[in-house]
């Protein structure tokens, strides 16, 4: 009695297959998420950098720094209407304003722009120092004083791919809310003071 030749795979080499592709495709995909992620973080400091550049050219007309009266970030509609808009209008057109590419809420978790011009209100800010190759943002009490009002800002955005916070601006660089949010991390060179 013959019987039959069989031809096809078995089904421990069909599962064996699947595990192998699927790893594939876990590995691969896990790497597509850390670059997506560190591309949204080069586009939120390519942002920042535009809106300090923004920033600076209304100093150069006005002498002072756009007064948000409070901190403003780009989850809230008065980023497209409010103050720093307004301020920025000759600057940056209302469809060009950047804005976070998550841009979410969700408290200190969230993905936004933050702008905030440093009062006379006697705001502790934090300046940030060079610690090797990366900077690190530390307390220091800065914004108060008459001669200080307006002349101080800072922009911020929270990291993907590091924890952290990107920080740009005058010599003063973020306040004490991202110190307590994990801190302030800037890989590239300050705006001038």
Known sequence: ??????????LVELLVACTVSLVVLGVVFGFYSRYRARARDEKRKQDLHWLADALELYYSDYGLYPNTGTLRSSVEARWLTGVLYTALDNYITRKNLPIDPLNNTGGTSGYRYWYQDCTTSGANC???MALESKRICGVISGCSGAGSARRLYFLAAKLEAQSGYYCLGTPVYSCNTFINWGGCVNRDDMSPP
Do not use: H, L, V
């Open 1 to 10: 009695m013959t019987t039959a030749k069989r031809e096809g795979f078995t």
């Open 126 to 128: 934090d300046n940030c």
